[in-house]
């Protein structure tokens, strides 16, 4: 087990080159979204203060916010015990973390027979934000 | 989009059978921990209302618990956007998610020189619980 004070790094091997990564609003606590990180990704979250992630699909940096303005501002960094998970705590700007135009992505709360009901108010309309291309 | 009211599982396929999970307390809001679920583990989290996920390690299905007594009790079920993330908002049986002692996984926070410094208290010591085997 580590000793507080050592330097640390998530453990990128690992997952091939991934880190799983969670951000979380600051302030309440809500969970926003899931999220991947290679290394340079992560460096350049430390470096900038601003979350940057790493797209699987398109298999390139994503840098949070840089299509819809609304980026993540990073207030801390959490590492999990195994190293292969990141914990973000952020404030989000423009209030919306999905791009489905909730606060978080996880919106939809499951019910006891398997359906679900959206939790959380959209505060922005994906077609008006990405339908423009 | 779908809409409010209709069924919803996650999209285990696209994970290769697993999907992420996100375990956080329902009362404090702290993220505990991260783990997988494959589709016969999300189908007896629901059923029994503990968290039961899989082990990549091990290969099988991981009461969360089972060892430490430290079940989670589930409160609420989200599901993500695209559908290959789980949130669950537990109570967290003795205190304790992570196998080091401590309330959350996440409890090194890196410092802006890439050190950490150790958050929250042990709730236990890892040798008493585990080492007796």
């Known amino acids: 087990m580590s000793e507080n004070g050592e330097t640390i790094r998530p453990d990128f091997a690992k ?3 991934l880190v799983t990564t969670i951000a979380q609003d600051a302030q309440t606590g809500e969970v926003l979204m899931l999220a991947y990180m290679n290394e340079e990704s992560y460096d350049e979250t430390l470096a900038t203060g601003r979350a940057v992630y790493f797209s699987r699909s398109r298999q390139k940096l994503w840098r949070k916010g ?9 207030k801390e960094v959490f ?3 195994d190293r292969d998970a990141v914990l973000l705590k952020v404030e ?3 209030g ?3 791009h ?3 606060p ?3 919106f939809r709360k499951v019910t006891s027979d398997g359906h679900f009901e959206i939790v959380g108010k959209r505060v922005f309309d994906p077609k008006e934000v990405y339908g423009k291309k």
Chains 1, 2 share one sequence.
């Open 104 to 106: 978080s992505c996880f």
């Open 96 to 98: 919306s973390a999905c």
């Open 100 to 102: 489905e135009g909730y």
């Open 79 to 81: 590492i999990d015990c």
């Open 15 to 17: 997952g091939g080159g």
């Open 66 to 74: 840089e299509e819809s303005g609304n980026v993540q501002l990073v």
């Open 92 to 94: 989000q700007i423009g």
